[in-house]
């Protein structure tokens, strides 16, 4: 099966940072109902665990533009920033030339605005509890660690599943 062919069932996303702001470092991951999982990581040298949450969510969605995937899918999360931000605050933030509730510019807009990008596709993020034994946080956790870190991990691809 090539990977055209092949259907997306979940992905996961999280991000990291050594010192906040500091080093940081973002995971995601996709898995595809063979079995098979794609993973990716990168990092930032001066940024905050947030904006590497946002980073993560919004690379996975690029990816999946391309990718197909089943109507269930979802992206787990351990970051209610990036939920609640998604999911309650952004349509008023859009309503209100992104600003805040008390008038202040949002923080990482920059983020915010490509994540509300219409060409993404909408998928529900799912809350997870990060550290808590989760298989898909876990990984995504220690990728954008070791990102933070500048230390290599070995990620998954198509030629090594």
């Known amino acids: 099966m090539s990977k055209e062919e092949k259907l997306a069932i979940a992905a996961a996303t999280d991000g990291a940072c050594s010192g906040n702001p500091g080093p940081g470092g973002w995971g995601a991951l ?32 690029e990816k999946l533009k391309n990718i197909k995937f089943a109507p269930s ?20 933030w859009k309503k209100k030339g992104w600003k805040t509730a008390s008038g202040k510019p949002v923080l990482n807009q920059d983020l915010w605005k490509a994540l509300d990008h219409p060409e ?42």
């Open 120 to 161: 993404l596709p909408k998928i529900k993020l799912q809350y997870v509890k990060g550290h808590s034994g989760e298989k898909d946080n876990d990984r995504v956790d220690a990728i954008a660690v070791a990102f933070s870190k500048g230390r290599k991990i070995q990620l998954k691809d198509f030629a090594n599943n």
């Open 30 to 61: 996709i898995r595809f109902q063979d079995g098979s999982e794609i993973e990716f990581g990168g990092n930032s040298p001066e940024t905050t665990n947030n904006r590497m949450e946002l980073q993560a969510a919004l690379f996975i969605l």
């Open 73 to 92: 899918l979802t992206i787990k999360t351990d970051s209610k920033y990036l939920i609640d931000g998604m999911e309650k605050w952004m349509p008023n």
